[in-house]
């Protein structure tokens, strides 16, 4: 998936995939990238995922260490306003 408006870039990366003998299923995280050259903030809905999920915010630039002081989560299909430009970047969490 990838989304672009104007000077903005949106992109899901997701790694399944099978080792080279055929047998074994590689499955890593699933990243959602947010990235923003816009003047102004701008606001994503964060798109959706099989199973019930959560995206989780381990990265944002608009914190002053890049990353959230403490765990934040976002139920699919919440809307998330990235500051103007800036980047973030989310990771899927299943449910437990």
Not at 33 to 43: Q, R, V
Request: hydrophobic letters at 35%; one cysteine or more.
């Amino acid at each position: 998936m990838l989304l672009q408006h104007r000077a903005t870039v949106a992109a899901k990366l997701c790694h399944d995939e099978v080792d080279r003998y055929g047998r074994n299923r590689i499955i890593d995280d699933t990243l959602l990238t947010l990235m923003s050259a816009e003047p102004e903030e701008l606001p994503f809905t964060l798109p959706p995922h099989s199973g019930g999920v959560d995206w989780e915010l381990i990265l944002d630039t608009r914190s002053p260490m890049g990353t959230p002081e403490s765990p934040v989560t976002f139920r699919v299909a919440d809307v998330y306003s990235l500051d103007e430009h800036s980047q973030a970047l989310f990771r899927l969490r299943k449910e437990e």
